[in-house]
């Protein structure tokens, strides 16, 4: 969110930090619903929350922004449970690796899926198929 530009001035960021942080806390509530998560039973393994209403606002905020458009060069790790390996979007990688030039909604979301918080999070970037975990997987080398 601190990288994405600001689509009347796309030298600044879309979001300060007073934003972010007032976004949480607006936010936060929806996000992990105490109410829709009560049914969470834990004998049988599967995501607390669904994540519905942090998919429809990330998608909402950032909107077709997409990596290669971030006002600095970012390095955000996920862990793909499909191919069983780290994925590292990283404007470094771009030319190398275009598949990589996904939305910053569906990364950020990616990222952000935490295991036993939020299901893995799937989307498509041309012909690549993405199932997306927490990046902490991935940077704490499990």
């Known amino acids: ?17 007073k ?5 949480y806390l607006d936010f936060g509530p929806s996000i992990f619903n105490l109410t829709a998560a009560s049914g969470w039973n834990n004998s ?12 429809e606002i990330a ?11 971030t006002l600095t060069n970012v390095v955000i790790p996920t862990f793909d449970t499909y191919e069983l ?4 979007f ?8 275009p598949s990589l030039d996904a939305k910053l909604s569906d990364i950020c979301l990616g990222t952000s899926a935490a295991p036993s918080q939020l ?16 990046g902490a997987l991935t940077a704490n080398s499990p």
């Open 19 to 23: 934003q972010i942080l007032q976004f």
């Open 90 to 97: 990283s404007s470094f990688k771009l030319k190398t690796v």
């Open 119 to 134: 299901p893995p999070y799937e989307f498509r970037n041309g012909d690549h198929h993405f199932n997306l975990v927490d």
């Open 59 to 69: 998608r909402k905020l950032l909107q077709e922004t997409r990596l290669h458009e």
């Open 1 to 17: 969110m601190l990288t994405a530009p600001n689509p009347n001035d796309t030298s600044r960021p879309l979001f300060t930090t």
């Open 44 to 55: 049988i393994p599967h995501a607390k929350f669904d994540g519905k209403f942090l998919y």
């Open 85 to 88: 390996q780290p994925v590292i």
